[in-house]
């Protein structure tokens, strides 16, 4: 039995991973999958891959690109989500913030730096003009920590799924003025490239095992309960995201990457293009 350590964020998006583990789908092919949840996001998972804390991890594109084209030694192995993330733009209930349009100049609350809340602050800022350079951001390192930021009025405006603080925004902790969704697929699956050269097979069934589960992944009986019940949010809530979301079991085609590398280029995420035949594999 071969042990592989993977992460993502403890989100909907990976509950067909948690299905498959439990089901011992993994150990059917010989592989111990050790699944840890990272509330932290994007960031911290990127460091978790640089340090050789994980082998893989689901994590935003935007991210893993960024860092990638900032040394990170990972490849991208497959689109997880073909989907895009829709992340709400979210201000504190009781702030006087009550368009996108007052944002400009506030103080932005980030998970960290790298992470897929910084990026999509950016990009939201260059997609109504700001300067982007005039932006300041709060580390608040997780979602319970940027509840406390923004009630504090330690920062003003914060992005996440919109889907995963629909509960917070039916408490009245929160108030979504906007969404924002991103402009490719969001969640990929990233490996350490030093990991996947030695275990390329390994990896191969890995993929193939969680790809059976996510093809079928919205015909199981009473999934929408089942999600609703595990993350609590509405019924109602999970019927419409289990509607917008479209799992992968493909990578990047060429030309798909480089319209993802222009996009990210455009929008001052990435300097210069990654090389396809190096990233994707």
């Known amino acids: 039995m071969k042990n592989v350590r993977i992460v993502g964020v403890p989100e909907h998006f990976n509950h067909p991973w948690q299905m498959s583990i439990e089901a011992g789908d993994f150990h059917q092919v010989g592989i111990d999958l050790e699944w840890t949840s990272v509330p932290e996001g994007t960031g911290k998972m990127c460091e978790m891959l640089r340090e ?42 009781s702030s006087n913030f009550n368009a996108v349009e007052d944002l400009q100049g506030k103080r932005v609350a980030i998970s960290r730096y790298g992470s897929g809340s910084q990026l999509m602050a950016i990009v939201h800022a260059l997609h109504m003009n700001w300067d982007i350079n005039s932006l300041e951001f709060v580390v608040v390192n997780t979602l319970e920590g940027a509840i406390e930021a923004l009630t504090n009025n330690e920062a003003d405006y914060f992005m ?16 979504r003025i906007g969404i924002c969704p991103t402009p490719w697929p969001c969640f990929v699956i990233a490996a350490r490239k030093e990991f996947y050269e030695e275990n390329k097979a390994l990896v191969k069934n890995i993929l193939k095992t969680i790809n059976q589960t996510t093809k ?23 019927q419409e995201w289990l509607k917008v979301t479209k799992w992968s079991q493909k990578n990047f085609s060429a030309s798909e990457f480089e319209k993802l590398n222009q996009q990210l280029i455009n929008l001052s995420i990435n300097s210069q293009a990654l090389d396809f035949e190096k990233v994707i594999k």
């Open 52 to 93: 050789n804390q994980t082998d893989l991890a689901v994590i935003l594109t935007e991210g893993i690109a960024k860092d990638i084209s900032q040394g990170n030694p990972s490849v991208i192995i497959q689109k997880f989500v073909e989907s895009p993330l829709y992340w709400g733009i979210h201000v504190a209930a």
């Open 160 to 175: 996440w799924d919109r889907f995963m603080t629909q509960p917070i925004v039916d408490q009245n902790i929160f108030r």
């Open 216 to 238: 079928e992944f919205k015909m199981i009986p009473s999934i929408d309960k089942t999600i609703s019940n595990t993350f609590d949010q509405k019924l109602e809530d999970i």
